[in-house]
């Protein structure tokens, strides 16, 4: 019912910038809050930020004051943008929405595909 399709992935040397954009589509009737996640190799997949409807945010304590998340309600995206990538920013990124979708009764949880971000030394 409800599709997130994420974009922007690649690979960067350290120190530069990436921005990640995620967009929701399908049988929407409102989206609440909405975050990308990470998994590294070995490693559990973690919250990176997150952002409710409302317009406020959370950051894992590593990428404060480096990465920035915003969404643009009128496109059902979600975008990261990552400034000062490090090595170890290197993961799988994945975006997440709670959505509510037409014919449901409360707000589920969608996940994109993900996408490969890979900083260099």
């Known amino acids: 019912q409800v599709q997130l399709v994420e974009s922007g992935g690649g690979l960067v040397r350290a120190g530069g910038s990436l921005r990640l954009s995620c967009a929701a589509s399908?049988?929407?009737?409102?989206?609440?809050?909405m975050g990308w996640h990470r998994q590294a190799p070995g490693k559990q997949r973690e919250l990176v930020a997150r952002?409710?409807?409302?317009?406020?945010?959370v950051y894992t304590d590593s990428v404060k004051g480096r990465f920035t998340i915003s969404r643009d309600n009128a496109k059902n995206t979600v975008y990261l943008q990552m400034n000062s990538l490090k090595p170890e920013d290197t993961a799988v990124y994945y975006c997440?929405?709670?959505?509510?979708?037409?014919?449901?009764?409360?707000?589920?949880?969608?996940w994109g595909q993900g996408t490969q971000v890979t900083v260099s030394s």
């Open positions: 952002v409710i409807s409302g317009g406020g945010t």
């Open positions: 997440n929405a709670a959505v509510r979708s037409w014919g449901s009764l409360g707000l589920d949880n969608y």
């Open positions: 399908g049988r929407i009737l409102r989206i609440s809050d």
